[in-house]
């Protein structure tokens, strides 16, 4: 969906729409986790854009390994996602190396 609406954002409304749709999709499945972190950690966060915010991480991550040829980039992006989130909702972040 990232890719598609790169390309197509100015010349078609439709497209635009339907990427932001399916995006919006793909983070509503963590938004309810992200809602249920922000009140266990007594955080003033908005789960919705905490949850599009991820799926931009994610869709960003996809583009880099394309244009890197390699999953490695992508594969690194998500470790610094994690260690955000870790941080964010101060918890220890295991199975990750510095």
Known sequence: LGTLVQ???ESS???REACF???QRQAGGIEEDCAAAIEASGLHL???ALAL???AVLQGAFIIAKAAGSMEPAE???VHLKRYLAL???RPVEGVTP
């Open 76 to 78: 690194q992006s998500l």
């Open 88 to 90: 964010l909702f101060q």
């Open 46 to 48: 908005d789960a919705r």
């Open 13 to 15: 409304g439709a497209i």
């Open 53 to 55: 915010h991820t799926q």
């Open 21 to 23: 749709a399916g995006i």
């Open 7 to 9: 390309e197509a954002y």
